[in-house]
Nanobody
Framework: DVQLQASGGGLVQAGGSLRLSCAGS????????TGWFRQAPGKEREGVSY????????RYADSVKGRFTISSDNAKNTVYLQMNSLKPEDTAVYYC????????????????????WGQGTLVTVSS
């Protein structure tokens, strides 16, 4: 079975940092793209960043560019999201997802384009 395990959330003050992890199992990790999405209370789920596990190509939402960095450790089947300079508006449940490589062509910001989802991890940024 395909499984994605997200972890690393917590409570942090504004300006602080957190690193989220997404560990994948049950599939050939290198063949896929891994993405991070977030959903704040009362809002729709939105894309944050995604990465080609094999090539390292990345995409970032404008709201996190320059603050968040996505990376992949294929030896560990794990993708990380380093979040710096956190703001209260970054507060949300963060989800990782896995999709096919053509997501870079078809659009990685659409939740319907992703095949597998992990459970969320809550990030709370206090002001």
């Amino acid at each position: 079975d395909v499984q994605l395990q997200a972890s690393g959330g917590g409570l942090v003050q504004a300006g602080g940092s957190l690193r989220l992890s997404c560990a994948g199992s049950g599939f050939t990790f290198d063949d896929f793209v891994t993405g991070w999405f977030r959903q704040a209370p009362g809002k729709e789920r939105e894309g944050v960043s995604y990465i080609s596990n094999s090539e390292g190509t990345t995409r970032y939402a404008d709201s996190v560019k320059g603050r968040f960095t996505i990376s992949s450790d294929n030896a560990k089947n794990t993708v990380y999201l380093q979040m710096n300079s956190l703001k209260p508006e970054d507060t949300a449940v963060y989800y990782c997802a896995s999709g096919a490589a053509d997501i870079f062509i078809n659009g990685g910001w659409f939740t319907s384009h992703w095949d597998y989802w992990g459970q969320g991890t809550l990030v709370t940024v206090s002001s």
